[in-house]
C-alpha cells in the first residue's frame, strides 16, 4: 500500500467536511443577497 495515499485519505475526510460546509455557506449567502434588493 502506498502510505501517501493512506495519509491523504485520512485528510481528506476533515478537508471534505470544511469544503461542503464552505459551499453550503456560499449559498446561502448568495441565496440572501438574490433576496433582498
Known sequence: M???KENW???S???NQLYE????RY???S???ERDP
Open 2 to 4: 502506498n502510505p501517501e
Open 9 to 11: 485519505t485520512a485528510l
Open 13 to 15: 475526510a476533515p478537508v
Open 21 to 24: 460546509r464552505n459551499i453550503m
Open 27 to 29: 449559498f446561502i449567502f
Open 31 to 33: 441565496y440572501n443577497i
